[in-house]
Every structure is written in C-alpha cells, then in structure tokens.
C-alpha cells in the first residue's frame, strides 16, 4: 500500500506533531516547548499530553496553549508514558508524530531536520524515524560513570538501522496511521510513576519492523537530554538496570511467542542467569581498583540488567501488546521490588 507523504511527496497542511508527554515536571516542559516554538512553521504544531500531573502543569500547559494557536493541550488520566504517548498518537493532527521527552531540548535545526527528512523519505516503507541525543547533566558525573551513557550516536548520514539498535523514545518520530495501525505502544512498558520502565518505543519498532516497515536514523534531528542528579547516584543505576532488563525480557517474550523453541531458549536463559549475574559481580569486585572503578561499576549494572532479565522470565507471560490489549501493570516488577523511587 502506498501511503501519502511517499518519497518525494509535498508536505501536507500539517505534517509534523510534536509531541511532549509529561508528568510533574512544570519548570522543564516551559523549557522543551520553549525550545520547539522558534522552530514552528504552518506545517507543525505542538501537543502537550499531560500525564495525571500533581503539581503546576496543567497551568503552565494552559498557559503555553493559550499563548500560542500553534500549541495544544491534551490530559491523559492513566499513569504510564505509553498511555501518554498513545494518547498523543490518537489526539495529534500531523501525519507524523514526533515524540520530544518534557526534559530534553531541540537544538537549533532540530524540527528543520524532521522537515526535510519528509519531504523526500527515502523509501515508502519509513515508519519511525530519530535522532542524536547528547546529555545535559545537572552536575559533574562521578568518575565511576561512564562518558557514553545518555548518548546516541549513530553515524553522521540517515541510513536505516535496526528496530533493536535504533533512536531512542526521547526523539523519535512515527508515521502517525501505521502507528495506530500497528497498535500502538505497549502500556506494559515504559516509565510509570515510579516504575523504571523502558523500551516500549523499542517493541513498537519491532513490530513494525516484522511488518515490513523501516526504522531510520537522523543525525541532524539532535537534542540535548537533561539527565537530573538522581540519576547519577549508583543505587539509581542499579534499579534502572534492573528494570532495564526487566522490559528487555518483556519484548524478547512477545517477539519469540510460544511453542518448544520458546520453550528452551527461556529454560537457557534461566539456567545462564546466575552464571552471567556471577561473573559479572566477580568482574566488578576484581577491577574496582581500576580506571576508578569504571569497569567494576560497568560490570555491576550489567549484572543488574541480567538479573532483571532473569526474574522476569520467572514470570507469567504479559498479555498481547498494543493499548487496546488490556495489558497491565502486573507486567512489571512494583516500585518496591524494582528498588522504589530514586
């Protein structure tokens, strides 16, 4: 099926959403939108979805829409960043929705980049699209961090990439109807509250990707990406690890289906865990005098991330995805079991 915006295509009346989801963070969604509405054009616009927020923004949402036609606002009651951004797929108005987290910044060219992308897609398949994301942290790392996390970095040109290795949720964009066609985003993944949750934009390219569509990559769509100063604390690491790994095994699980061969690669995986989550903890107990202790923290959150892998396979097995499967929250580990709040 050819759809319209194919390679070489116009840009339609309204081409591109932008969509910022957010939760209690007022200050910062004054920032992202602030960031985007220089770069507005006839062909954009910008939707905020907030996300049962307690503090000051549904004010500061109201105040952003009432001060620009360009701006809209949504609410969406149940907690969970894909409900949120599902919300956003099904409220925006642009053939493309391009998903902007409510704590990160668009550099200067940022939705420019987006626009010429669109303008002549290299291929009618071209599903989800992203781009870099570099790091803003609100203090010094520690020594023990590590100088790549928060970054993507794929390469200087647009090529396609895979589903599994692709751009992050944080800046990502999606052909809006074959979004909603493919379901959507999974509501037993993601952040929700204080559940660490991830890689929901990660399935949903999966299941596009076994739909015969295309993922690609966009270096000039860059953005900077606040990480606070919680999240450079080690035991933070851990829990997001943890819950990291938890979410990978959720997507492993609805990928590989049932049957024998699901069978025992899960049986392999579980006998494997306590021997990786060992090796891993001996790496770091060994090199923690090193590199001041880059490697034995690296090594740790690596045996965190496994051993979330692990006891989710423990598991029963999550309900289908897409947001009207019914999935729920029993899909991830509570706040308590994942390590709680940061």
């Known amino acids: ?37 220089p770069q507005l054009d006839a062909h954009t616009e910008v ?103 928060n970054r993507l970095d794929l390469g200087p040109q647009p090529v396609r990439v895979s589903a599994r290795h692709g751009p992050w949720g944080c800046n990502i964009g999606y052909r809006r109807e074959v979004a909603l066609g493919a379901g959507g985003f999974d509501p037993a993944l993601g952040r929700r509250d204080c559940v660490m949750g991830a890689h929901e934009e990660t399935e949903l390219n ?48 609805q990928a590989r289906g049932t049957g024998t061969a699901w069978t025992l690669w899960r049986l392999g995986r579980l006998l494997g865990t306590p021997w990786h989550t060992g090796l891993n ?3 770091a107990a060994l090199t923690w005098p090193w590199q001041k202790g880059r490697l034995a923290a690296a090594a740790s959150i690596r045996a965190a991330e496994v051993a979330g892998f692990g006891w989710q396979l423990l598991q029963p097995m999550p309900k289908a995805a897409g947001p009207a499967s019914g999935a729920t929250a029993a899909a991830q580990p509570t706040a308590t079991e994942a390590g709680g709040c940061p």
């Not at 295509?9 to 959403?17: R, V």
């Not at 739909?211 to 270096?219: D, M, N, R, S, T």
């Open 206 to 253: 999966l299941r596009l990707e076994r739909a015969g569509y295309e993922v690609w990559w966009l270096p000039q769509a860059h953005i900077r990406h606040r990480v606070g100063k919680e999240r450079l604390r080690f035991g933070w690491c851990l829990r997001a690890a943890f819950q990291s790994g938890y979410t990978k095994a959720v997507v492993r699980r």
């Open 1 to 37: 099926m050819r759809l319209n915006g194919g390679a070489g295509s116009p840009l339609g009346p309204l081409q591109i959403t932008v969509a910022i989801c957010t939760r209690n963070r007022a200050r910062l969604l004054e920032r992202a939108v602030g960031s985007v509405l």
């Open 281 to 283: 903890l001996v790496v």
């Open 47 to 149: 939707l905020i979805v907030d996300n049962a927020s307690s503090d000051d923004t549904v004010a500061v949402a109201t105040r952003l829409a009432e001060g620009c036609a360009a701006v809209r606002f949504e609410r969406e009651p149940v907690v969970g960043l894909a409900a949120a951004r599902n919300k956003a797929l099904r409220s925006a108005r642009g053939q493309w929705v391009v998903f902007l987290d409510d704590d990160a910044v668009a550099e200067p060219g940022w939705l420019t980049a987006y626009l010429t992308f669109f303008r002549a897609l290299p291929s009618d398949r071209v599903a989800a699209v992203g781009g870099a994301v570099s790091p803003e942290y609100e203090v010094i790392p520690p020594a023990w961090y590590s100088p790549t996390a």
